[in-house]
Structures are given as structure tokens and as C-alpha cells.
């Protein structure tokens, strides 16, 4: 399978990119699009389709091309995948009917592959991601293949889409099921954000609305914790700078606890939504800003990977955390090329409002400011 990275600031740039990369023979089949919202996204929907290429597409807060951050611009990965190994799937859930909506997603997927492996992208920050991961796992067991992250919008936190060929959704989900039969697919979930503080409860919680912590409204408990000034909803980055440097740590009774920011605020109680489960009567930490050791941590978790379950690799799929990006700056370059020197291969990534992958205790579950990368190889 041949994979090739290309990127553009217009649906012009990426027409001629695209015509460019075709010149020496190569058919793509399959396209990893993650476009800014800045994007003319349809038009660039248009040029793929023309070209007879399938579409598994998000909007992003930004996103990189093997060694290249990029920002406000549209980085696609090309494939040349063998059609009938794989299918590419659209769904909304305007009625916030998570599990369901996936569980029929996977059913689809039974009746093409007996044995298949899912990238999946959702978007809007109310979804209860971890709800859709449940209804893959309904249908084809706790041992499902899956990897994913939630859409961006370039840090504005109002309004992100999925897209494949001719539909889009602020509310929905693109699946990418894949034949694992036909091509190897693994991939590893690395955070290294640490816990500090003592264990506190979550005295009231509905899904992934969090209300309060300790009997205290969890946004005025991360305020006097975090130290942030200026807070009201007019102070668009506040949103930002809870999820990215005062997450809640939810705490496992086995394996590493996944990380829970606030996503969206509601003003009204002080509480906010998380991007996975958060049940009542759990306990959460707080969590310090990191230190640049996260970096290292990620890398040595791809070379890991490499070593134990997929020596070499096609392409890479990378789903970072948009915190990552805000808390480590011009230092996620390190991180990026690290990652994609391990394979040395063509890699496509975006910076997501949540990452979906296997946790380090086996779990399949939503995970934040996490860096998931999934490596594909043809058998």
C-alpha cells in the first residue's frame, strides 16, 4: 500500500497537490482529510470526489503533515487501500442517541468484514464520546480495534464538523472500518500528564455533564485551584486553559486514569461538560501543568509499539491532543518528527478535542490531552 502526505492553504493548492502526487501512476483510493474550518471544505470534498477518492474527513485545531505543523490549512493523506478493504461510514445523532447510532455502524461493518478495525472521528462537544466507543464494542466485543479523536475548530470551541464525499455534520460521526484481515492496524495511547493533590469525589455528574466535585461547582473548584483570573463567558480562551493545563485525572481502580477537562462551561451552575463519562461517585485529581518529559514519553511509546507489534508500517495516523499544542508550543515539532522517525513513513495528524484509543490498562476508552498513534501496514 502506497501512502503520500499532501497539504494546501486552498482547494486550489490542494488540486494541484493532489494532480502532482497522481504523475507517476499513483490511484488513491482513500483520503484522511483534516481541514481547517477556515477550509473551503466542500470544494475541497469536490476535487477528491472527482478523482474517485473516498473521504474520512474532520475539521480540526490544526494539524501536521509528516514534520510540518499545519495551521488554518488542509493536510491529507493519500492512500492507495484496496477498495473492497475498506468502507467508510456517515451518521448523525441529533438525538444524543450515542451507543445506538455506532452500534448500527458496527452491525454495517459485520456484513462486509468478519473481522473489522474502525478509525472513527465525532464531533460537537456535548457528544458523550466514550458512548460511542461502548456501541462497537456491543456489537463486536470488548476486543474491538479502534482509534479515533474528536473534530476541531481551530480553538473557537462553538462549532466542528465530520465530512466524507457528499455530507457533513456538526453532530455526527465518520467511520473508516477497515478489513484487518488485509491490513494490520495497532496503535498506542501516551499522555504523561501528572496527578497532584488528593482524591476528591464527584458528588453529582449526569454522563458527562460534571456538577460538582467535593459538593463544590467543579468550574469554581478549578478556579481557586488553577489560580485563573478573568472568568466569564466573555473571555473566550478561559475554556481553553482549563482543558489544557487543569484537567480532573478520572482515577481507575486498574490501569493509568484518563484524563476529563472541561470542554464547555455552563454559566448557569458553574458546571461543564467533559468529553467522556465522568460517573457520580467517582474519584478525580487535578492535574499539573507538565513537564517537557511528556514529549519523550510519546516517542518511546511508538518505539515500543514498533518493537512488540508492528515493525513496519505504511502510513501513520496520528489524533493529538489540541492541549498538547497549547501547553508545549513550538515543542510539539519535537514530538511530531519524533514519531514519525520511528517508522520513517508518509504520517498525517490534527490536533482533536478528545482521543479514542485502548488505555495503557486495556480499556477502551476517551482520553485527552493524549497523543494516539496508529500505524497501518498491508498485509
Known amino acids: 500500500m502506497i501512502a503520500k502526505s499532501i497539504k494546501g492553504i ?28 477556515k477550509q473551503d471544505r466542500n470544494t475541497i470534498c469536490e476535487i477528491l470526489d472527482d478523482a474517485g477518492i473516498a473521504i474520512f474527513g474532520a475539521t480540526t485545531n490544526g494539524g501536521f503533515m509528516d514534520d ?3 495551521l488554518g490549512e488542509a493536510a491529507i493523506m493519500l492512500l492507495d487501500m484496496n477498495p473492497a478493504h475498506f468502507q467508510i461510514y456517515f451518521e448523525e445523532y441529533p438525538q444524543k442517541n450515542y451507543r445506538e447510532v455506532a452500534a448500527g455502524i458496527a452491525n454495517k461493518a459485520l456484513m462486509h468484514f468478519s473481522n473489522p478495525a474502525f478509525l472513527i472521528i465525532g464531533s460537537h462537544l456535548e457528544t458523550d464520546a466514550e458512548q460511542l466507543l461502548f456501541g462497537f464494542e456491543d456489537i463486536i466485543g470488548k476486543h474491538v480495534n479502534i482509534y479515533g479523536g474528536m473534530a476541531g475548530d481551530d480553538f473557537s470551541f462553538m462549532q466542528q464538523y465530520v465530512f466524507t464525499n457528499d455530507k457533513q455534520s456538526d453532530r455526527g460521526m ?8 488485509k491490513i494490520k492496524i495497532k496503535g498506542r495511547a501516551t499522555c504523561g500528564w501528572k496527578a497532584v493533590g488528593t482524591e476528591r469525589t464527584v458528588t453529582k455528574s449526569v454522563g458527562n455533564h460534571v456538577y460538582t466535585v467535593d459538593d463544590i461547582p467543579v468550574l469554581d473548584l478549578t478556579i481557586k485551584y488553577g489560580g485563573i483570573e478573568n472568568v466569564t463567558p466573555e473571555n473566550g480562551r478561559f475554556s481553553i486553559e482549563v482543558a489544557a493545563a ?19 462551561v455552563d454559566w448557569s451552575d458553574h458546571s461543564f461538560y467533559c468529553s467522556g463519562s ?8 487535578f492535574s499539573l501543568p507538565p513537564d517537557f518529559d ?10 515500543y509499539l514498533k518493537a512488540e507489534e508492528i515493525a513496519e508500517a505504511d502510513a501513520l495516523v496520528i489524533f493529538s491532543c489540541a492541549g498538547r499544542f497549547i501547553t508545549l508550543g513550538p515543542l510539539i515539532g519535537d514530538e511530531i518528527e519524533g514519531m514519525r522517525s520511528v517508522w520513517d513513513v508518509p504520517m498525517v495528524g490534527m490536533f482533536s478535542n478528545a482521543e479514542l484509543a485502548r488505555a495503557t490498562g486495556g480499556n477502551l476508552e476517551m482520553h485527552n490531552l493524549t497523543t494516539c498513534c496508529v500505524a497501518l501496514k498491508e498485509k
Open 10 to 37: 486552498s482547494p486550489e493548492e490542494i488540486k494541484t497537490e493532489l494532480q502532482a502526487s497522481m504523475v507517476d501512476g499513483f490511484k488513491p483510493t482513500l483520503a484522511i482529510a483534516f481541514v481547517s474550518v
Open 294 to 303: 511528556v514529549i519523550d514519553k510519546v516517542i518511546k511509546a511508538c518505539e
Open 68 to 70: 510540518q505543523v499545519v
Open 174 to 181: 465518520t467511520v473508516l472500518a477497515i478489513d484487518e484481515n
Open 246 to 264: 487543569f484537567p480532573l485525572q478520572l482515577q481507575r481502580e486498574a490501569g493509568d486514569p484518563v484524563m476529563r477537562p472541561g470542554l464547555m
Open 278 to 285: 465522568v460517573p457520580q461517585g467517582s474519584k478525580v485529581r
